[in-house]
């Protein structure tokens, strides 16, 4: 298993103490049609050490992420449960399933629920729920729109039911022809591995 951006080890750290560029402060425009991207969800600031700090000034240059709120153009997470086992995620405008997907339909998340990639992207685009039947695997990107980095164990916003766990992406690793993205939701880094092994699955629909 390779970590995408993050050490696996250091990966929580990392992501308190960084205050990423772009994604994460005001949003990117990706196209004319694309809302910026949603806010980290992380208010706190912490020093080399892990211990928890006053948030340096925003422009200052030890800012971090935690040193900006709305007011410097974050566009803060917003979802909508729908009452009906979805999210709509008010700033992407994607629908989510609500609860990791029940594979087995034992209404138990578990180990058995876990499914390779190709078994993920065919669970998604052969479900029907809620009266759709165009769902699919999210990319990359869309799952880390549902991270909430000032969470973890799961780091995702409560109105989510979430493994503390790793849930597959639909994007194949460029370098490695049998290799996935995927997002792990205990502390919210992405990362890749082989295609066989088996992780959860939450189906998304719409489109970025």
Known sequence: MSIGIFDKN???????????????????????DFTPFPDTGQHKCYD???????????????AQDG?????????????TDNGDGTVTDNN??????????????DNVIDDNDKRNWQEAKNEC??????GYSDWR??????LTTIVDYDRFNPAINSVFSCESSYYWSSGSYTNGASSAWFVNFFYGYDGWDDQSNSYYVRCVRGGL
């Open 10 to 32: 250091l990966s929580f750290l990392c992501m308190l103490l960084i205050g990423c560029v772009g994604l994460c402060g005001a949003g990117v425009a990706l196209g004319a």
């Open 48 to 62: 080399q050490d892990g211990n928890l700090i006053v948030c340096p000034a925003p422009g200052d240059s030890m």
């Open 67 to 79: 040193s900006y709120d709305a007011d410097q153009g974050k566009v803060q997470q917003a979802f």
């Open 92 to 105: 992407t405008g994607l629908m989510w399933q609500q609860a990791t997907a029940d594979i087995n339909k």
């Open 125 to 130: 685009e052969n479900l029907s729920f809620a």
């Open 137 to 142: 695997l999210p990319s990359l990107f869309e």
